[in-house]
């Protein structure tokens, strides 16, 4: 199974929205709805704050959002706060009791 | 409050081994089908292998497969990572989490802070 494809970096503004794309085939993204997000910021480790492409954990804000169009998964995240600017990894299911990541996205809030 | 802390991590030759531990707190862990994940100094994310909850079902990444083991004391509400044949590119930052729904959900909350094992001549 090879790794996801995410955009190496993004970037955007205080109070502006973002989105990451998140890019798999059939055998993974396009089937499963076992897709999932994580937020890492330096030195910690990762945070879920999307799962099952659309539900958002107890505690995670509602700016965070997930969303899945075929072979390829999205985060969007609204109302962009510094504390946002974090490394984004996506994941999904692959079968066969595989695991695939993204390489991971990193979000500067100018 | 669930707390996984992992141990074990440290620097080792190629060919050696190390097992890292992670220990369990405020979840039901015999409940709980858990998973390590690494991450190479500077990249992304790679899953390495799943336990299920009574320690009779393990699959690995084919990157691993063969040289490490995943295991557990449900009595101890730890979690193993035996790790033989050791390579370099083996280098990373070892996390461990528990399957977010607790049974084979693949995906994972919460998190260790994870442990370093670095291979190296």
């Known amino acids: 199974q090879s790794a996801l494809t995410q955009p190496a970096s993004v970037s955007g503004s205080p109070g502006q929205s973002i989105t990451i794309s998140c890019t798999g085939t059939?055998?993974?993204?396009?089937?499963?709805?076992?897709v999932s997000w994580y937020q890492q910021h330096p030195g910690k480790a990762p945070k879920l704050i999307i799962y099952?492409?659309?539900k958002r954990p107890s505690g995670v804000s509602n700016r965070f959002s997930g969303s899945r169009s075929g072979n390829t998964a999205s985060l969007t995240i609204s109302g962009l706060r510094t504390d946002d600017e974090a490394d984004y990894f996506c994941?999904?299911?692959?079968?066969?009791?595989?695991?695939?990541f993204g390489g991971g996205t990193k979000l500067t809030v100018l | 409050e669930v707390q996984l802390v992992e141990s074990g991590g440290g620097s080792v030759q190629p060919g050696g081994s190390l097992r890292l531990s992670c220990a369990a707190s405020?979840?039901?862990?015999?409940?709980?089908?858990m998973h390590w994940v690494r991450q190479a100094p500077g990249e992304g994310l790679v899953w390495v292998s799943r336990i299920s909850s009574d320690g009779s079902s393990t699959t690995y990444a084919d990157s691993v497969k063969g040289r490490f083991t995943i295991s557990r004391d449900n009595a101890k509400n730890t979690l193993y990572l035996q790790m033989n044949s050791l390579r370099v590119e083996d280098t990373a930052v070892y996390y461990c989490a528990r399957d977010g729904s607790g049974s084979s959900s693949n995906w994972f909350d919460p998190w260790g802070q994870g442990t370093l094992v670095t291979v190296s001549s």
């Open positions: 405020g979840l039901t862990f015999s409940s709980s089908w």
């Open positions: 099952e492409v659309t």
């Open positions: 059939r055998s993974d993204v396009g089937t499963y709805n076992i």
């Open positions: 994941c999904s299911y692959a079968g066969s009791s595989a695991v695939v």
